[in-house]
């Protein structure tokens, strides 16, 4: 069965610094791999997703992922952040056939200071 | 454009009350339907799919039900509510991997 782990629950950084998230997966074959965000109260909204071909795949709002084979790892980053990227975040890895079930890590807050 | 219904956004029960929540979908046809639960400070915990009118699974065993009465709608049920079924629970529709997700409700069992 797939996996998937946030080692880290929470997040400050400066607006205008650079950010990483990580996400590790454990899945026996290629997986789908996907970030998603969370505004408070809100529903989820697909920032990026990973199928195959090139490793680094570029999202929505300025957010990148890169896929590591070696390392079972799809982080996620943005060079500059801004005071609306306050969220939560989650990474999430799908089996490459079937009914599409996703499964979600615990997620990541993030939260940005001035 | 496809998009999702959920309702109500909150809702609060007393314990051993019976609970329905409906999600529906428009501007698609033959969706994949998803239930997922999120606790406080956890992640999202699939509850149940579907690929099809009348078609559910399961994935956590648990005083919940669902059903899929039409192609576009998907209704979260259960006879009576526990403490442990608070949360938010969101409904989402699924092609090609690329999840739309609804408001959510969010469940306060008392």
């Known amino acids: 069965a797939q996996s998937v782990t946030q080692p880290d629950i929470h997040i400050t950084v400066s607006e205008g610094a650079s950010l990483e998230l990580r996400c590790n997966y454990s899945?026996?074959?290629?997986?789908?791999l996907f970030w998603y965000v969370q505004s408070p109260g809100q529903g989820l909204q697909l920032l990026l997703k990973y199928f195959s071909g090139d490793t680094l795949v570029q999202g929505i709002k300025g957010f990148e992922a890169e896929f590591k084979r070696s390392q079972s790892s799809f982080n996620l980053r943005k060079p500059s952040v801004h005071w609306s990227d306050a969220a939560e975040y989650f990474c999430a890895v799908g089996a490459n056939f079937g009914n599409e079930k996703l499964t979600f890590g615990t997620g990541t807050r993030l939260t940005i200071i001035p | 454009s496809q998009t999702i219904h959920q309702w109500p956004a909150t809702l609060v029960q007393p314990v051993g009350s019976p609970l329905s929540l409906e999600c529906t979908v428009e501007g698609t046809s033959n969706p994949n339907l998803y239930w997922y639960r999120q606790a406080a400070g956890r992640g999202l915990q699939l509850l149940f799919y579907?690929?099809?009118?009348?078609?559910i699974s399961s994935e956590v065993p648990q005083n919940l039900s669902a059903s899929r009465p039409q192609d576009r709608q998907f209704i979260l049920s259960s006879k009576k509510l526990l403490l442990s079924d608070s949360g938010f629970y969101l409904c989402?529709?699924?092609?090609?991997?690329?999840?739309?997700f609804g408001s959510g409700t969010r469940l306060t069992v008392v």
């Open positions: 989402a529709w699924g092609v090609n991997y690329g999840y739309t």
């Open positions: 579907s690929v099809g009118i009348g078609q």
């Open positions: 899945y026996g074959a290629t997986p789908y």
